[in-house]
């Protein structure tokens, strides 16, 4: 499974914007997909994840609210939009995969990552 993450990029406060993490290789239906973010200084943190043919999600309680992940099938894409930025919001995220049935919290469950794309919030 390879994975690409895109979108980042600088926004006000209080501003959106939608990550993007594009899949390929084997049939991206069975996996999970999660967000990671890590901000200088600090250790990595999950964000969000979704089962891909169920259509469950989680998120971290920082973002409940604020972030909505999806996926759009015919794209093998997953996206992270995230609402009302706030400066610690700032990170480089990541978008990680695995084959399980369920969404984990720990980066060190996810056998394939995407490369980061850094997330700037300006206040």
């Known amino acids: 499974v390879q994975l690409q993450a895109f979108g980042g990029g600088l926004v006000q406060a209080g501003g959106s914007l939608r990550l993007s993490c594009a899949a390929s290789g084997r049939a991206s239906s069975s996996l999970t997909v999660a967000w990671f973010r890590q901000a200088p200084g600090k250790e990595r943190e999950f964000v969000a994840g979704?089962?891909?043919?169920?259509?469950?999600?989680a998120y971290a309680d920082s973002v409940k609210g604020r972030g909505t992940v999806s996926r759009d099938n015919a794209k093998n894409t997953v996206f992270l939009q995230m609402d009302s930025l706030k400066p610690e919001d700032a990170a480089v995220y990541y978008c990680?995969?695995?084959?399980?049935?369920?969404?984990?919290?720990?980066?060190?469950?996810?056998?394939?990552w995407g490369q980061g794309t850094e997330v700037t919030v300006s206040s």
């Open positions: 990680a995969a695995a084959r399980f049935s369920a969404i984990g919290r720990r980066g060190e469950e996810y056998p394939y």
């Open positions: 979704l089962i891909w043919s169920g259509i469950s999600t």
